[in-house]
């Protein structure tokens, strides 16, 4: 079993950059890719970030390239989301997930584990 906790979200203008974390429980931490997910009151679920096991290769949905970067340190089981240049549209509770691979990919069915969200308010 892995345990997710997530935090760094709340309130920032337009334009302004929030630091997300997510703190996973077990040792096997560090053999799992982890995916950050958002979703927008009314909107489904979106893939936005992942990361394979290693850091090795992340890969961002279009809408949010340029601008959020995912990484993790295996040493301190945590992955984080760092946002910059948000837009109101980033609006949105913010989950953490762990996949069963250490690869992962952009579809919610891959990942097994999930934190209970973060909120992130983005101001115009």
């Known amino acids: 079993q892995v345990q997710l906790v997530e935090s760094g979200g709340g309130l920032v203008q337009a334009g302004g950059s929030l630091r997300l974390s997510c703190a996973a429980s077990g040792r096997t931490f560090s053999s799992y890719a982890m995916g950050w997910f958002r979703q927008a009151p009314g909107k489904e679920r979106e893939f936005v970030a992942r990361?394979?096991?290693?850091?090795?290769?992340?890969y961002n949905a279009d809408s949010v390239k340029g601008r959020f970067t995912i990484s993790r340190d295996n040493a301190k089981n945590t992955v984080y989301l760092q946002m910059n240049s948000l837009k109101p549209e980033d609006t949105a509770v913010y989950f953490c997930?762990?996949?069963?691979?250490?690869?992962?990919?952009?579809?919610?069915?891959?990942?097994?584990?999930w934190g209970q969200g973060t909120q992130v308010t983005v101001s115009s």
């Open positions: 990361i394979t096991w290693s850091g090795g290769s992340t």
């Open positions: 997930a762990a996949a069963l691979s250490g690869y992962g990919t952009s579809q919610q069915l891959h990942y097994a584990y």
